[in-house]
């Protein structure tokens, strides 16, 4: 998982209950990103961040937040607005954005909902 | 739209032998493309990657095949083993794009 790591492993959430999920990476990357993967799908791009204090919404960011204070921090909240989050949630980092790089990806969190 | 999608959501190999992971692309600007290997449970794990002044690219046991002008890419395994077994997606993009496009996945098996 190449100096990124997620936290937790499994997630429970119950219904109407914001949780936030961890990614940190050691890489000295300057893009972060998270995606989401349903089960026998690829994956869906939420958030994603070039440079600290910065970041944009994917293609499916209705439903989830992010800060980016930190270079090596990138925490993804899932609210309560996001009706179906049950899913493996990936944060990945690349060195920098937009010029062709390859993404490395954390070990994921499970989301399940109570 | 544009897209990346795989022609065969499942791939049974015997062990031992080549495996061959097939991927179309239908974006021309894409010029960039990595094969992502992903265990059950796991992240993914990066494998390969060619750029699109190359058509061909080798590494431990895998080898990247680009043809552009039919917009295929394919990945082949070498004697395979079962620890080959995984899920297999093709990514692409382009220079200034922040975003890679994913398609579905290839489930190989390694049939001991």
């Known amino acids: 998982d190449g100096g990124i790591t997620q936290s937790p492993k499994y997630l429970f959430r119950k219904e109407g209950q914001n949780v936030t999920l961890s990614c940190e990476q050691n890489?000295?990357?300057?893009?972060m990103y998270w995606y989401r993967q349903d089960p026998g799908q690829g994956l869906r791009l939420i958030y994603y961040s070039q440079i600290v204090n910065d970041f944009q919404k994917g293609d499916i960011a209705e439903g989830y937040s992010v800060s980016r204070e930190k270079k090596e921090s990138f925490p993804l909240t899932v609210t309560s607005a996001q009706k179906n989050p049950t899913a493996f949630y990936l944060c990945?980092?690349?060195?920098?954005?937009?010029?062709?790089?390859?993404?490395?990806f954390g070990p994921g969190t499970r989301l399940l909902v109570l | 739209g544009e897209s990346v999608g795989l022609h065969l959501p499942t791939l049974s190999v015997q062990e031992g032998d080549n495996s061959i992971i097939n991927c179309a692309y239908s974006n021309s600007a894409s010029d960039y493309f990595i094969w992502y290997k992903q265990e059950s449970g796991k992240g993914p794990q990066f494998i390969i990657d060619i750029r699109s002044n190359m058509d061909k690219r080798q590494g431990q046991r895998v080898t990247v095949l680009l043809n552009k002008t039919v917009k295929h890419l394919s990945l082949q395994i070498a004697a395979t083993q079962p620890g080959d077994s995984a899920v297999y997606f093709c990514?692409?993009?382009?220079?200034?794009?922040?975003?890679?496009?994913f398609g579905t996945g290839t489930r190989l098996t390694i049939i001991p």
């Open positions: 990945a980092s690349s060195m920098r954005a937009g010029v062709g790089e390859t993404q490395y």
């Open positions: 990514a692409e993009t382009y220079f200034g794009n922040e975003k890679l496009t």
């Open positions: 890489l000295n990357h300057d893009a």
